[in-house]
């Protein structure tokens, strides 16, 4: 932008000359722009690094989970129940054995051979909590 202001010459004479420059205004509506794509640049950022604390810790708690079926389906049948603790993330993992039973009547019934394994997960990680299960059946006549 351009303005015009006095000017003194050696001479002792005043003259109107053109100065270019922003006016104040014109700064401050530049640096409210750029404050905002800042605030707005630093919240994308945060946000993706929640997403990959979370990916993270999703990563892990699987890990540990199919580490625990696969040690699951190699142990032989017997009712089994047993707690585990892991540091990172902080997870209780508990994990059960059990015989199938179906209602009959008066009660349940075992079935013969078939096995419920259920693998339950519970961690904690700055503040938020999780849970996840993994159960299936497995047969061993």
């Known amino acids: 932008m351009t303005a015009r202001s006095l000017v003194s010459e050696p001479a002792g004479r005043l003259r109107l000359a053109e100065v270019s420059g922003f006016t104040l205004f014109e700064v401050l509506v530049a640096l409210g722009l750029f404050a905002f ?25 699987r890990q540990q989970m199919e580490s625990r079926v696969a ?46 394994v259920r693998i339950r997960a519970r961690w904690e990680v700055s503040g938020r909590h999780g849970e996840d299960e993994a159960s299936f059946l497995r047969h061993d006549p």
């Open 37 to 61: 794509a800042v605030v707005g640049l630093l919240a994308g950022i945060r946000a993706m690094a929640d997403v990959a604390d979370e990916a993270r810790i999703a990563s892990a708690v």
């Open 71 to 116: 040690f699951m389906e190699v142990l032989r049948p017997a009712n089994y129940e047993k707690t585990i603790t892991v540091d990172f993330p902080k997870m209780t993992i508990t994990e059960q054995m059990l015989p199938e039973t179906v209602s009959r009547g008066e009660g349940k019934q075992p079935l013969a051979g078939l096995w419920r």
